[in-house]
């Protein structure tokens, strides 16, 4: 791996739970990001788990810049004797300049899966059907749709809608739906299907804007609605998503 890149993953899960007003919680974020329990994450830096659940529910202090190091460092280090799937995840997005708060979450998988797998999973209505049967994917992005309009630049929104190939991108907090299809657009012109998404699946709205539905249909990109309530809901079950590859 790039250890230019490896360290650039450790500063930023570092940064933000520095700069956070409520690092635990922070912590708590990026220990489930990496699908890591606390006694795991315990026995890698040699404490209790009473340790760090005392950090995440806000019971300690705000860590010592060398504690949160050391978490960061040993989320990494987990996740690569597992095979590194998040981290090489987050470095091909983090490579792009998209800040990590915007990635709600992301996984890689060890081999190819059916879509169908993850769109059941997620209680998906079918928006615009997939032209491909049993299309398959390698991972998912979980965007933060509000913060991409907050906080990127024009492009770094074209980065991080064309970084997502042979994946499904999932966007929450959304309204219709056009913004995002609009962006996967306008981010692949050109370069051809290899920089889109697989798959699409959209939360928040309850209805799918029209536009938003004929740009998937003229880029063939199967587009989804995911019926599951809440955003925190949404992440959850996307975290407890286990598919046997």
């Not at 009473?50 to 705000?62: C, M, N, P, Q």
Request: hydrophobic residues 40%; contains cysteine; aromatic residues 4%.
């Amino acid at each position: 791996m790039d250890q230019t890149a490896r360290e650039n993953l450790l500063r930023s899960i570092a940064g933000e739970i520095t700069l956070a007003e409520t690092p635990g919680r922070v912590m708590r974020k990026w220990r489930e990001q990496f699908g890591v329990a606390q006694h795991d994450l315990a026995k890698q830096l040699d404490i209790s788990p009473s340790v760090i659940s005392d950090y995440e529910s806000g019971r300690r202090k705000s860590p010592r810049v060398e504690t949160i190091r050391k978490f960061a460092e040993s989320l990494i280090v987990i996740d690569e004797s597992r095979g590194g799937q998040i981290v090489n995840a987050f470095i091909r997005l983090l490579g792009q300049e998209i800040p990590s708060d915007i990635l709600l979450d992301i996984r890689e998988f060890p081999a190819s899966i059916p879509a169908k797998l993850l769109t059941d999973h997620l209680e998906c209505k079918t928006i615009v059907d997939d032209v491909i049967p049993d299309r398959e994917i390698f991972g998912y992005t979980t965007i933060d749709s509000l913060r991409v309009i907050l906080q990127l630049s024009p492009e770094q929104m074209l980065k991080l809608y064309g970084a997502t190939p042979n994946r499904a991108a999932i966007f929450t907090h959304i309204s219709t739906g056009r913004s995002p299809m609009v962006a996967i657009r306008t981010s692949q012109m050109g370069l051809g299907p290899a920089v889109r998404p697989s798959v699409v699946i959209l939360h928040g709205p309850k209805k799918v804007d029209s536009v938003a539905c004929k740009i998937a249909e003229v880029e063939k990109i199967p587009l989804y609605l995911s019926m599951v309530k809440e955003t925190e809901a949404l992440i959850r079950k996307l975290r407890n998503f286990k598919p046997e590859v």
